[in-house]
């Protein structure tokens, strides 16, 4: 059995708070292996996993690339162009061919929402959801409760706000639905354009006004505003987007506390913030990337290994 | 369920013993220099903690000591499940050339310590490495000794050694309980 995560990360919508509590927690002492001379464990040694990404992605896939290295296992990179997803071949046909060369998981970034879930439940192997169309991308949630719990030494009780395009952005529902579980308070801003109309379902505190949101939040997360959105209508431009919601030191400036800084990258700078603010003493921009690793190693390790079979055979043995 | 409880050790027991190994540890070192002393997660840590403190006011040094877990190194993590959980490991200092000295409570099948070889080598290359465990409990599965024992007791099949620390288990003893 896989542990008590079960056989898959799709999302944190429906994880408990126990099981978000024991991938935070277990990722704590995965930190301490990235700052080793030789940072790599034995753990997943002879693990295949096999990272399949139909969207563009930098940061995510060094991340898990990265944590997998790192705990030994050996990994495949698939990207979307030039594989023969491009010739037609279907998720499915894709992933199953994978599996008949006897991959132990596969990490799936794609831009259909569901797509994570459609093929979990299609192959054995485990599966990690890496950010599906608009729906999730939970080590993102993960690695950001993680960088709020470093900081304020819980969840519970605190005050997050989500600014910018929630509509669109799978990092804002792994957000939401991972903060409230742990007892934090959330809020959104941004345009009403960019915030999905069901947003009152979400049971969150919406904010019109970017400075109303600075007044009540310990921490803002900043997302990323996708510059296809101006040509999709939702706002009139990147200048205009700045002025209204933009984050600012001078907007900051004005709060009653100093308010911790995240964007779950890459930035677009004097767009939703402002590079004054990026590199401020309250950023903890790059303390997420350094998470990231730490969380997806956790993830990794806890969805791993544990063969039945393999038990039985190595009865007798273990102890001290 | 422990039907039956003998005490092999009570906590004054435990301390005289810490402070024998203590003792052991600075001679088989011929000295406290280049000593470095590492407790295995859990009890180890603290059952380190004690030894060092002990050598610290004998000899009025400072001995640096870590912690290590080596639940990432087990031989046996594609078979358990649920994942093991994972506990801190804090080796501050660079091992090259140094002496280390294992510190663990239970010795067992030895599986832990091969672990633990493995764990250390990825921190550097020490001179030497010996291995004081406050029980051996016999049953080795690997070609595994102790340089320092507290006690050795003789624990049939059906038995488990508990070693408790206060900082832990609000007392100090050793236990072996029947198990069911």
Redesign the interface.
């Known amino acids: ?4 995560l079960g056989k898959d990360l799709l999302g944190l919508e429906h994880l408990s708070s126990d099981q978000i509590r024991l991938i935070l927690d ?1 990722a ?3 930190k ?2 990235s700052e ?3 940072k ?4 997943l040694r ?1 693990s295949t996993i096999v990272n399949l990404f139909f969207e563009a992605s930098t940061r995510t896939r060094v991340s898990f690339e990265f944590a997998q290295k790192r ?1 030994s296992a050996d990994t495949v990179n698939v990207a979307a162009a030039g594989s023969s997803v491009s010739k037609g071949e279907t998720l499915v046909d894709t992933a199953r061919n994978l599996e008949a060369m006897r991959i132990d998981m596969v990490v799936i970034r794609h831009g259909a929402s569901g797509a994570a879930q459609f093929l979990a439940e299609r192959i054995e192997s485990n599966v990690i959801n890496a950010g599906d169309g608009t729906h999730e991308h939970p080590t993102q949630g993960l690695l950001d409760m993680l960088t709020l719990r470093d900081h304020f030494k819980r969840l519970d009780g605190l005050k997050v706000c989500i600014c910018g395009d929630v509509l669109h952005s799978r990092v804002a529902r792994s957000n939401i639905w991972g903060l409230l579980k742990m007892g934090a308070t959330v809020g959104v801003c941004g345009p009403r354009s960019l915030l999905p109309n069901a947003i009152d379902q979400f049971g969150v505190t919406v904010f019109e006004h970017i400075e109303d949101a600075i007044q009540w939040a310990d921490a803002l997360n900043i997302l990323r505003l996708q510059l296809e959105r101006m040509q999709g209508g939702y706002i009139p431009s990147l200048r205009e987007y700045n002025r209204v919601f933009g984050v600012s030191s001078e907007r900051l400036a004005r709060a009653p506390k100093d308010l911790l800084i995240l964007h779950p990258g890459p930035m677009n700078r004097g767009v939703e913030i402002d590079s004054d603010v990026a590199d401020g003493p309250h950023s903890v921009i790059l303390n997420q990337v350094t998470n990231g690793v730490a969380v997806r190693m956790a993830v990794l ?2 969805l ?5 079979e ?2 039985e ?2 009865k007798g ?4 | 369920m422990p039907d039956r409880q003998h005490i092999v050790l009570d906590a004054r027991a435990m301390d005289r013993t810490l402070r024998r190994m203590a003792d052991e540890i600075v001679e088989l070192n011929e000295g406290t220099d280049d000593l470095i002393i590492v407790g295995i997660q859990r009890r180890g840590v603290q059952l380190a903690a004690r030894i060092v403190s002990s050598i610290n006011d004998r000899e009025n040094v400072e001995v640096p000591s870590g912690a290590l877990d080596i639940t990432l190194y087990r031989d046996d993590l594609q078979t358990v499940g649920p994942r093991p959980v994972v506990g801190p490991t804090d080796l501050p200092w660079a091992i090259d050339g140094k002496h280390v000295v294992i510190v663990d409570d239970v010795l067992y099948t030895g599986r832990t310590i091969r672990a633990a070889l493995d764990e250390l080598a990825d921190f550097g290359r020490p001179r030497r490495i010996a291995l004081a465990v406050l029980i051996d409990r016999g049953g080795r599965e690997l070609p595994i000794q102790p340089d320092v024992i507290g006690k050795t007791v003789d624990v049939g099949p059906g038995q488990r050694v508990d070693v408790l620390v206060k900082e832990l288990d609000d007392r100090d003893a050793v236990i072996i309980a029947e198990t069911e």
């Open positions: 059995m896989s542990g008590a277990t704590e002492p995965f301490e292996i080793r001379a030789i790599k464990v034995p753990t002879g705990l390790y806890l791993s290994g544990g063969k039945p393999l038990a055979a190595a043995g273990g102890g001290r």
